[in-house]
C-alpha cells in the first residue's frame, strides 16, 4: 500500500473510523484517489466534538435574555422614512451595496426536481423563482442608474444545474459579469453511534455545513475580495425562497448607518406564541435570536401593558452586513447545531441502506449565530404581507399557493 494509504488509515483508526476504507479496493482509481484525499483533509476531531455534543442537553438557563429594540417602518413618520431612505439611496446610488443569495437548496419537497430557484411559482408568466428575484433586481437598477453585483451560493449538489440555468435563460438580460456563483461549505453525515456515513460514489457523505456557514464560503470562495476590490461595503444577505423578497431596501440600509451599527435584519410579527419561528431578541447583552425550540413557554407568552408579545419580532432571515463585519465573523468558528435526519448511505458490505427513520446527523451552523459576534445591530419590523412570502413546503402553510397569494395581491395581479 503506498504512503498516502497509509497515512489515511492512521487518521482513521486515531478515531475510531476504519470502516472508511473497508470497499476501497472495489473503487476506481480516480474514486480512491478522491476518498484518501477527503480523509486526509476533513477535521476528524471536529467530527468526533460535534457527534458527541449531539448527546448534550442545549441550556439556556444562565443567559439573560430581554427583548431587542427595533424600528416600526409603518410607524416612521414621513420625516423619518425619508431620513433612512436618502442616507441608504446615497450608498446604493454610489454603487457601495451588493446582493447575496443564498440558494444551495433543491426543490424536493416541492416535488420539483432541480435547484429550488428554478422551480415556477405558477404565475401567468410562468417566471421561476429566480427570474421573480431578477426582475427585482433589474427594477433597482433601473432607479439608482447602477447594476447591483449578485452573488449566488449553491451547493455541491445545484451549481452545475443553477449555472446552465442562467446560461440557457440568457441570465434572463442581467449582466452576466455582475453574477458570480459560490459554492456552499459541506461538513460529513455520521450515523448514531457515531461512524461516518459512505455515499453511493465511494466517498464519505457530506451535508451543507447550513446558512451560517455563508461567511466562510464568501471567504473561501473570494466573495470578500471582490466586494472589497469592487468598493462594495454592504451585502444583504437572504434566501432564494422569499418571493416577496425586498432585496434592495434603502430604508434598512438607512436605519443601519443612522444608528452607526454592521449589521441589520428585518422581522415581522409573530403571529402568536406558538408560533414555530426563531425570535430576536438581546441574549447576554449581545444581539441574537432565540430558536422556538429553545424558548421557554413563560417567554414565549410573555406579553407587555399592552397585551403584545414581549418576544415578537420573528427573524425572516432578511439579513444586512456590513462587508467588514462579514470578513471578522468569516475568520471565526460559528457553533454547529445538529439536525437528526433520514440519511442512505453505503453499509460495510458495500450495500445501499435506504432508512426509513432518522438515522443520521447532519451539523449546521445559522446565520443568526454571527449576530452575538457584533457588539448590536438594527432591527426593522416590516409588514409580513409585504416582505414575506417564503415557498418552502408543498402544500398548506408557506407552500406555492400561499407565496402565489401573497404575490399576487402585493402586486395587484388578478
Known sequence: MDEKYESAMNCLRKYGQEHILNNYDKLSDEKKEKLLNQILTIDLNQIKELYESTKK?????????????????????????????????????????????????????????GPKGTFKLGLENDKSIFEILIDNLKANNEKYGVTIPWYIMTSRENNEQTENFFKENNYFGYDPKAIMFFKQGELPMCSEEGKLLMDENGSIKEAADGHGGIFESMRRNGVIFDMQQKGIEWAFIGPVDNVLVKM??????????????????????????????????????????????????????????????????????????????IEEVSLKKLPYHSAHKKAKYIDENGELVVPEKPNAYKFESFIFDAFDMLEDMAILRVKREEEFAPVKNAEGNDSPETARKLYKDFYGIK
Open 248 to 325: 434592495v431596501d434603502p430604508t434598512l440600509l438607512g436605519v443601519a448607518i443612522d444608528k452607526n451599527v454592521l449589521a441589520a435584519g428585518k422581522s415581522v410579527v409573530k403571529a402568536g406564541p406558538k408560533e414555530k419561528v426563531g425570535v430576536f431578541c438581546k441574549r447576554n447583552g449581545k444581539p441574537g435570536v432565540v430558536e422556538y425550540t429553545e424558548i421557554t413557554e413563560d417567554l414565549a407568552e410573555a406579553t407587555d401593558e399592552n397585551g403584545n408579545l414581549v418576544f415578537a419580532e420573528s427573524h425572516i432571515n432578511c439579513n444586512l452586513f456590513n462587508v467588514k463585519a
Open 57 to 113: 442537553e442545549v441550556s439556556f438557563a444562565n443567559d439573560k435574555i430581554e427583548p431587542i429594540d427595533f424600528v416600526d417602518k409603518s410607524a416612521l413618520s414621513e420625516e423619518e422614512l425619508n431620513k433612512y431612505n436618502t442616507l441608504g439611496e446615497n450608498e446604493i446610488k454610489k454603487g457601495k451595496y451588493a446582493v447575496v443569495t443564498m440558494a444551495g437548496g433543491q426543490g424536493t419537497r416541492l416535488g420539483h426536481n
